[in-house]
């Protein structure tokens, strides 16, 4: 069974930073584009980056110059790097692995980020 185990979430001041970081296992890791993914309440489920095989990414607009997602093919992680985090940013993150090939879409149990003084 697929597992993508999120870690890296807390509590952080309106301009600080956090990373998370995801693990996949039981996933032909290389097959996937890795993304992060935000649910704030009473919100719908957003995308925040993804990052294909290859390295390409992609941000929404309101992440971009202060987010950075990288993965490690080799170590099957997936990072979102976040700095300059706004009350905005507040959420649950989710990693999730998609294939193009297949359509099956995994997703991870979500950590908590708060943004707040």
């Known amino acids: 069974q697929v597992q993508l185990v999120e870690s890296g979430g807390g509590l952080v001041q309106p301009g600080g930073s956090l990373r998370l970081s995801c693990a996949a296992s039981r996933i032909s890791f290389s097959l996937y584009i890795m993304g992060w993914y935000r649910q704030a309440p009473g919100k719908q489920r957003e995308l925040v980056a993804t990052i294909t095989s290859g390295g390409s990414t992609n941000y929404v607009d309101s992440v971009k110059g202060r987010f950075t997602i990288s993965r490690d093919n080799a170590k099957t992680t997936v990072d979102l790097q976040m700095n300059s985090l706004k009350p905005e940013d507040t959420a649950v993150y989710y990693c999730?692995?998609?294939?193009?090939?297949?359509?099956?879409?995994?997703w991870g149990q979500g950590t908590q980020v708060t943004v707040s003084s």
């Open positions: 999730n692995a998609y294939s193009i090939m297949s359509g099956q879409r995994y």
